[in-house]
């Protein structure tokens, strides 16, 4: 090892390496290149040639995965005209967001597929500097940003022609014509789809539609060959917000990897037998984190179509039936200038806010009742599984990538303390976190 | 038998009885009380007391059995906030108007159960006359008049409280919420929707949101039950409206005995091997018929959310294809005053209006190359073992209910010739044409 | 005088005759059929055959004048489409409630104009019981209920047909085309108008259009054509709702006796210039009398474009450069099943509610700083001189009309003591305020 | 004078000076630098150093001058997102893109006034090429882009930060608070607008909120003041789309020098009197002009509410009774990704479209019976005059600016020989017409 840099030693740290064990003082964790060469304590002989990193007092854990972003909202429409044409560094800046705020894998959920893979190429490759990107793409079978089963209503103001162009490049193909096609049409078009190389897939477990939100999108015979061909692609496969006991359980029994959001259920909470189905098959969630506190600020201004007291309810069932749960916020760049939605947002603690909102996730889910160390997973080990990259990330193991962050206080004592980041590497580098967002967009 | 009333022969005329045979020359009808005693040639003794009924040179079919109509409309507001407690007139009203055009039996296929029952009720034990009344209530899982699943933009305008009260008389507990219910929990909202006497079950195969049109709304497992529930009550269950090639496989699986409406498709056609299914099933069928001069016209005039040419597509592959198609117009009253649903539909024919409708069916099938003895079989048997109650009705046979017409022309010539209707009887009854309806609320 | 009903004594009261001199105690009321014979202290002898009326310890005052009220609301289409035909009846039914309340003359400031007067004559007439009605009919200028200006969101609920018919109603023919016509061919239409026999003409001082509310309608020529006719006729002339000190300018110039609630202006409250026009000018205006309490409550659910802060301080100033105000409620029926309007009018004090909503007028003005005696006045004889029916209305003097009421307590000591009302006598007949309303389409 | 360049000689063509006498033939016109130094016939001795221009059997007419365009609509919320601080360019490629077409002068009549008067003074100052502007940025008293003026309906779509940002800078002061101050105030308002260096006024006198567009705006003596305010600063001003006679009486009151679009008048075609008035005033007008073919193609596809007889009436009467017209178009830059527009306007010939609106204005106007001569003149001299722009334009005369045409065929021949153009010179400066538009952000 010739360059310094290629080996470094952090030292005196009490680690959490995210398998759930005792935390490990005094440690030592020795880099040599992008990954994990030797963890062990103060006894290990370090090289003369490493670069010491004095980390006595503090504590090193995993470096944080958000199991559900969106690098490139499609919700806000003047973003999407003004930056037409500019969308990957979007994306990128979201990136570089989160991997200075300590998320050093994010799983995007929602976008315009081809952008994305451009984006995530970049990083990967090393020509940017940014988040580890894996992405899904579009939910398959839902319409793009301004279609009827998210901002039609927007149609006419930004014109046709332009919310057509835009619809295209986030359906990428697997938009609601799907609904309507026979279960080989759709396998079909599903192996178009990954052919062009996302890292996994997300459907619709249940309708997006304006108003509706409670009806099943595909069959369970095409659920279950989207599934497959996933499966058959060795990607994981993820439902997107089911909202009724029944589309869970279908969901269930198509073989999904994720559930995303089951939490928003139409009508009434979920049935106490699908609570039961889904402690049983011990499927990992994403679910809406809210603090108590927002808890108490959106009973206060949230319309009355905001289900608050189901979603609410369905939480807590949750969380007490021991489903598991991941770190997943959607969170999403809000424009400095977008008074509109930090207004809103500010009003309480919000998830959604990207490169803070995984701050709030742990807050909200120490206020939902979770334990300290099984937070840490969710947010590490448990999210690498889920997506099956757990041969590389989650955990801080000889031979894994060195993803990592520093922190001043101890994550297992209270949930603010994630916030005392003071160290973030990835792939066995030190990030200058004042630098980024090297590309501001909308940071600006 | 003393009343010479209860023995009837209908002397001389072509009987055609439904069952797809030849035509009798010169035939004798022998009606005693309410039912047929006999069917016989010119060689027959008519009894002396019996009335006799001339009838040479004309044709004598079974009363017609229009498989979907809504003696009660539910979308018109200022009919439903006009006559609010007077709904069960308004359906002896539609009945009176479609047994004065020889319709002798209707399935009403969406309305309130209650008052729906007490109208069927009061005809059938004979207190007032009108067209015999088969009723389904509800489409299981939609919503009222008011709901998001029809005219919910209605709502303010006939404030909430009058549009909560028609939504929960429509919905008599089978609706959206059963979404979201456990399996076992819809199974209990079915049995007591059925101990209130509903003649048969209707559910939603696919989604009626506004705007959305494609969804499914029932995972199979609760599709299975709905329909079990039904057929161990002894009754028919119908699929509604299902949109996609999923949806009527899920209904078929299910096993339904009729399909209403699967034409209307979203995106696309019916996949070819969705049509081969129902074409091996022979599951009877209510489609939306059209004559080739009102598909030319509603061409001109229907906005383009209307999708005409997969509408077409689809029948004209239905009929092709041989799948079982029963008369059913989804006719209601439009009251005198509605000059706009008047002229709506006097530019075109349709079969929307009641008490006309059904010829328009005729004439409409004819344009789609159905053959007369088809038509005529499909207008009466076929509705008639569809629905379960060919024990007494859908034929000309001894025993069966004398339920009958006599045209002027023959019905084998041409469709327009079900319009030469010169007697309807129903129940070994001759119906005075003229006083009907006799309720005149909508139709002054 | 023979029959001794026809001459009745009112005795021993405190007698408030409504010029605003000192009460008079211990007072004797002499009426003599439907007008009042003498006024006098207790030394007048009582005529032996006069029905004598013991009110000691009692108030007595002039029957109220509400200066406007909507017999017949507009703006709610159930009402509208359940009761089309029997609108007299419903006109009757308002009266009959204000009667019962203590208000013995209504001006009728909105509604269908033949409608209204054959109510009007029926109760001049003593066909029917009732408070004594003026009307104006239509707001001329502006359409009617389901038109741009009112509700024309409910026209497709309510279908056009019925629209267009209630519409035409309202107009009588003073509607919005009267914008677009010469002066000469508005004048014209004003004479025409006004030969139908209405009491008094009611203009559109500013625009009423769905979200515009700040434009003039018409020229000051046109303007100055239509007091004129009026007044040409002998009959009062009113600005409606000027929504701009520049509105007031052009109403105050064309001549009109009274501004119907100038205090809803638009983006601003009234310039300085424009109070101290009103103020020296002295022409009675109508005003949203609205509680303290009241205001605090609507601070709360009013939506951000009702300008609550703009009306509360145009309403002060108004008070405070002692512009005359009378009492003037804008109430009308509200259905007993209406549950919404219930809903939204109990959560604070409301002039709106018909019967009730003139005792919450006296409360509010007693709030906004009004004195009694004036307070009084403004419900009298005030309304009376604007309205120029003073010469037998509005004061309790010999020769006048005896519409009266006896209080148990002094109005002049709270305002709450107006619901304190005992007696109500209209042209010298004591009501049987229990039996009122006789007519119950809406207070079933 | 050295520079060749400063001194050119027309030779050969006929000349029609814009005054409306005979055509000079075989004219010469001399140009010295910016002016026009001689007009004569052959016999003028040409200078030596003078650039021949040989013209021979062409056509020399004035710069045409557009009395009404929008140099940046405010209208398609996409343009405004994707370009916001490039606005001044945009305005001066819609004045390269007219200069190009042979409209050397045009008064902007509706825009952001900061950014019109920056690109006005970037022309002026001879920094940038494109014609000659003279703007009056927004109308008085009427909202921005997204107020309910003209598209509040996208207000939601763009975000609210946004829209109020744009409307600032359309309404600069000026905007609808106007209607509710007092006559001093607004002086003052407008006086504060005038020392920005607008060129002219133009005031609302209707109304143009959505779906009103029948009021008036602002009282005589507010009209009086704001007219009086720009004549005081030597500018003429406007009166900008009155909707009815009174209103265009109160303008014509008011001493306006333009009227604006006075044929889209509200529920009926101009009173008579009004048509005599104008006549009688000889104040110049714009209108919608359309071809005969362009009227019949807006009959077939235009929604009912655009009411295209009485438009058409009204501009028959104002032509027969020789209310003077002006050119005006009310063109603007329509983007070339902008399909729906384009598919809109190609539908039929229209002004709308800027670099081409003018030529169908000759067009239709030819269709709508004008005079060639009369036609020339509204195009040059008398848009010169209305504006009080005429010592230096509208004319070929000695001392004027050189703003002049080449046409390859006689203009008073065939409104269609004004495309012929085949020179454009503006200020003594032959244009290189294939270069423009330069700056290209929506003409790509």
Redesign the interface.
Known sequence: VDNPHDLIAIVGATLIDGNGGAPINDSVILIEGKRIAAIADRTLQIPNQAQQIAAHGKFVIPGLIDAHVWSLDGT???VL??H?GRYEELVIEAAQLTLKNGVTTLFDGWGPRDVLIKARNAIQSGRVIGSRIYCSGNWIGLGGPFS?DL?Q??R???????ATRIDALWESGVG??L???????VRQEIRTYLRSGVDYLSYAAS?H????L?????????QHIIVDEAHRAGLPACGFRP?????I??ALEAGVDVLQFPDY????PL????IALMAQRQIPCLIEAMTNETVEHVRKVAPPEFLLDILVSNNQALVRAGVPLLLGTAGFVIGA????LRAVFTLGKTTKILGDGHFVWFEAMQDMGMKPMTMLMAATRDVAQAYKVDKDLGTLERGKLADLLILERSPLEKAENYRSLSLVMKEGRVIDRDALPITRLLTA
């Open positions: 806000i429409p003047t005209i003004r037409e009827s901002r209503q927007y006419t103001a930004v014109y046709g022609s332009f609601p014509r609904i309507a096609m026979s279960p080989q049409q309708d539609h304006i108003g509706a409670r009806f099943i999108v595909f069959s369970p015979r095409v909202a009724t006991g029944e589309a359980y279908l259920t139409a009508y009434q049935p106490e037998e699908t200038d977008n008074t509109e």
